[in-house]
């Protein structure tokens, strides 16, 4: 979340992410367009519309099940392609990550590890997010591109997405496979 804090606030232009919430309440799930202005001791994640000019939520960090960008967010867009393509572990320039490493439980661990097989296949995957009720005309992307610490990067298609969620693998209840083809390999 700092990178993306970081992000936002050197880039020309605002790149605007939808926040999820894992838990109930008035704020609308997911909060559509805002820019995240403070991580404040690792506890609470303060953000706004691009339209306001100060800071006017703040939520408790855990309560962040993750977040979605699309392509017309360039810099966090690109950033999370290279998180994605990278081979070294997913890091935070914060000292949240640094003292406090992920400790997914093991049955957090065991979907992040069910979630890798569905993407090894190519498969699709309908995410179940704690706190958020998915309407079925708008879901949420189901290509699984990565899983990394404790984290799962989701696209709206396999190969070139151009919208990309990431989720905490402990704010993920399930998923399901949906009757598909699976792809053929190609060689």
Known sequence: MNSVRQLQATATVSNPIDL???VSSTLSNPATGQIITNVVDCSTVSFRSPATAVPNTRVQLCDVAGFCVANTSPDVFQFLLDQINATAPVTEDDDCSKNQPCICPSCAEGIGQELMCAASFGLQVNIFIRGLVTNPTTPLPNYVLAV???LVFLGNAP??????CVFSLCAITGFTVPP???????I
């Open 159 to 164: 190969i070139n997405p151009t919208e990309i």
């Open 148 to 150: 990394r610490d404790c």
């Open 180 to 186: 598909q083809t699976i792809p053929a390999p190609t």
């Open 20 to 22: 999820f919430f894992s």
